[in-house]
């Protein structure tokens, strides 16, 4: 199972940037997939995730501000931002899992497979 992000970018505060997820190989390994972000000298913490069973959930940081998609025909995930802060400045991962708990979704542990991640820059 190969995971690849794209997308990342520097750009303003308030601005909007699209990443996008694409993972080949095992397709039933991706059922769920999650994009996380890590900051320096912070921990990994998950925004937001998105299940082929329409399960669908968001940091309480992030709602209102992001939305999560998938194109289940090219085993992709999407994340289009906007009204970005400095805030959300970060190494942007996407994760993937053939089935990941509700109460575990923002839980790196809980996913098996993980790109190699994407950089969001955003300059006051």
């Known amino acids: 199972v190969q995971v690849v992000e794209s997308g990342g970018d520097s750009v303003q505060a308030g601005g909007s940037l699209r990443l996008s997820c694409e993972v080949s190989g095992y397709t039933s390994s991706s059922a769920c997939m999650g994009w996380f972000r890590q900051a320096p000298g912070k921990e990994r913490e998950g925004v937001a995730m998105v299940c082929t069973d329409g399960r669908t959930y968001y940091a309480d940081s992030v709602k209102g501000r992001f939305t999560v998609s998938r194109d289940n025909a090219k085993n992709s995930m999407y994340l289009q931002m906007s009204s970005l802060n400095p805030e959300d400045a970060a190494m942007y991962y996407c994760?993937?899992?053939?089935?990941?708990?509700?109460?575990?979704?923002?839980?790196?542990?809980?996913?098996?497979?993980w790109g190699q991640g994407t950089r969001v820059t955003v300059s006051s």
């Open positions: 994760a993937a899992d053939g089935w990941v708990p509700t109460s575990r979704w923002a839980d790196p542990r809980a996913y098996a497979h």
